[in-house]
C-alpha cells in the first residue's frame, strides 16, 4: 500500500514523541491497573487456550470454506463459548466454495524428477490429461512484459524472491492474469516466503474478467529457483502439470460471534477475534486457530470478572477469510449502525507477542495516520502494563484483513503484532501443525489481547479518533 511522505515520517517517530504533541492522556486509574495485573496473571496461568487449540487442530483439522470440517470447527466453537457462559450468536454468511482435486507436477527435462506444487486457491483445472509445456521463467512482471513473445504457449514461472508480504504476493494474485494475457497457458507462482523446506505454499490467486483462465500454483522456493538457473545456462525446462481445482458455486456458513455485554456503555462495542477457515492443507493452526483461541481465552477471562467492562465486548470468529473474504464484509455490513469503537485481530501466527499494530481510515477509506497516531499517544500510558509480555511496541500499521471493512465505519483498528521468524516457513503449507508452536507463546498472546482489550473496554478517557467518546444510553 502506498503512503505519502508525511506517512512515512509518522512511522518513524517513537510513540513519545507523537505524543508530545498533544496534551498527555490522563493516567490510568489504580483499579484499572491493579485488574490488568490480575487479567495478566490469570491469562498466563491457564492452559485453555492450548487445550483449545489442540482440540481444533488435531480433532477438527484443516477447515476450507465451504468444508464439512469448517461446519465442524463452527460448531465446535459456539458450543466451547456457551460452556464459558457467553452469548452466542451465528450470523449467516453465504462463501464462495472452491475444491482442490487431484494434483500433479512432474519435471520431462533436462532432467525427470517430481515437482511439488499447491494450486492456488481458484485456480481452473488442466485438460484431464494435464498439459505439457515449456517454461519461461521471470522475475518481475516488467520482464515478462519484455519477453512476451517468447510466453506464447509456454508455462510462465515467477522466480520473485520474497521482501514483504505486501509487495511479494501480487504476483501470486495477479501472476495468472499477467501471463494470459502473453498467451501463457498455465503459471507457476515461486511460494510468497522468505524460507522453505521444499515444501509449496498455497494462498488465493485472481482472474480479470476478459482474461483466458489458465491454471495456477506454487512451487517450492528450490525449484523456482532450480528452473532459473537452468533456463540462465542456455536450458528450457519442459514441465507437466494437472490441476483439478473447480469452482462449487457458494455455501451457507456463518460468523461465530460471542458477547459480553458492557455495563455502562453496551452500546459502544470492542470486537476482537480472527478467523475460524484455514487452507485445506496442515491443520490451520497458527493461521488462524492460534488467533482464534487465544480472542476466545480473553473473552473468558473477562467475563470471569466480578464486574464487566464499561463498553461490551465481543469474540467474532470470521469465516472465509483466506479466500474471499465474505466473513469480514458481511459482518461490517450488519453492524454498519452499531458504533464499533475498536476492531482487534490476532491472524499473524503465535510467537512473541510485540505490540500491537493501529490503524484508522478517513471517510473515503484511505489511510489516516494522523488519526491513528492520536490513539497511539492516548494509549501511551498503557505500555508498562503490557512490558512483562515483551508485548509493549505500539506502531502504525495493519489491523487486519476482516476487522478492515470496519474501519470504513470509522472504527479503530488494531493487529497484535509477533515475532514471525518461524511464521513464513509455515504459512498456507502443509507444515501448518500443531506441533510448530509453542503452548507458552498461546499464554502470552492470550495474555497480551486479554490486557489490552480489558483497557480498550473500561477506560473511558480514550480517544475515538479526533474526539472523545462520549456515553451513550
Not at 363 to 374: L, M, W
Request: proline letters at 7%; glycine letters at 10%.
Amino acid at each position: 500500500m502506498r503512503r505519502s511522505l508525511p506517512a512515512l515520517l509518522l512511522l518513524c517517530l517513537p510513540v513519545t514523541a507523537l505524543a508530545g504533541r498533544r496534551p498527555a492522556p490522563p493516567p490510568l486509574a489504580p483499579d484499572v491497573r491493579a485488574q490488568a495485573a490480575v487479567l495478566l496473571g490469570r491469562s498466563l496461568a491457564s492452559d485453555e487456550p492450548w487445550r483449545e487449540l489442540t482440540q481444533l487442530a488435531d480433532d477438527v483439522g484443516p477447515r476450507l470454506s465451504g468444508s464439512e470440517a469448517l461446519n465442524r470447527a463452527i460448531t465446535w466453537a459456539a458450543e466451547r463459548m456457551r460452556d464459558d457462559g457467553l452469548t452466542v450468536t451465528l450470523e449467516p454468511v453465504d462463501v464462495p466454495v472452491w475444491v482442490r482435486g487431484e494434483e500433479q507436477g512432474t519435471i520431462l527435462s533436462p532432467v525427470a524428477d517430481q515437482l511439488p506444487l499447491l494450486g492456488l486457491g481458484w485456480t481452473v483445472a488442466t485438460p484431464p490429461e494435464g498439459i505439457d509445456a515449456d517454461v519461461l521463467v521471470v522475475a518481475s512482471f516488467d520482464e515478462l512484459t519484455a519477453r512476451a513473445a517468447e510466453a506464447k504457449g509456454r508455462i510462465v514461472v515467477f522466480d520473485v524472491p520474497f521482501t514483504t508480504y505486501g509487495d511479494t504476493v501480487k504476483f501470486r494474485w495477479a501472476g495468472p492474469e499477467a501471463a494470459a494475457k502473453v498467451g501463457a497457458v498455465a503459471v507457476l507462482v515461486r511460494s510468497v516466503s522468505p524460507e522453505s523446506l521444499s515444501t509449496p505454499h498455497t494462498g488465493s490467486t485472481h482472474y480479470a474478467d476478459g482474461v483466458p483462465k489458465i491454471p495456477a500454483a506454487a512451487i517450492t522456493l528450490e525449484d523456482a529457483t532450480r528452473l532459473h538457473r537452468w533456463q540462465e545456462s542456455g536450458k528450457t525446462p519442459r514441465l507437466h502439470l494437472k490441476l483439478s481445482g473447480e469452482d462449487k458455486g457458494t455455501a451457507p456458513s456463518f460468523n461465530v460471534v460471542g458477547e459480553l455485554r458492557g455495563r455502562e456503555r453496551p452500546n459502544e462495542v470492542v470486537v476482537i477475534g480472527g478467523h475460524l477457515d484455514s487452507w485445506d492443507v496442515g491443520q490451520g493452526a497458527q493461521d488462524d486457530g492460534a488467533g482464534c483461541v487465544a480472542s476466545m481465552a480473553a473473552l473468558d477471562q473477562l467475563a470471569a470478572l466480578p464486574v464487566h467492562p464499561r463498553r461490551t465486548v465481543r469474540v467474532v470468529l470470521f469465516t472465509n477469510e483466506e479466500d474471499g473474504g465474505a466473513g469480514g464484509k458481511a459482518y461490517a455490513a450488519a453492524h454498519a449502525n452499531e458504533r464499533i469503537v475498536y476492531a482487534i485481530e490476532d491472524d499473524t501466527g503465535a510467537g512473541v507477542p510485540l505490540g500491537f499494530q493501529v490503524e484508522a481510515h478517513t471517510a473515503d477509506e484511505a489511510d489516516d495516520p494522523n488519526r491513528a497516531t492520536q490513539v497511539m499517544s492516548a494509549l501511551a500510558p498503557w505500555r508498562d502494563l503490557l512490558t512483562p509480555l515483551g508485548a509493549d511496541k505500539l506502531s502504525l500499521g495493519h489491523s487486519g484483513a476482516d476487522v478492515g471493512p470496519l474501519l470504513a465505519h470509522g472504527t479503530i483498528g488494531f493487529g497484535l503484532e509477533h515475532d514471525m521468524s518461524g511464521y513464513w516457513r509455515v504459512h498456507h503449507t502443509e507444515a501448518d501443525t500443531l506441533d510448530k508452536i509453542d503452548p507458552m507463546m498461546v499464554r502470552r498472546n492470550a495474555a497480551a489481547l486479554t490486557v489490552f482489550t480489558w483497557l480498550l473496554a473500561e477506560t473511558p478517557e480514550l480517544f475515538d479518533g479526533t474526539r472523545p467518546l462520549q456515553a451513550q444510553p
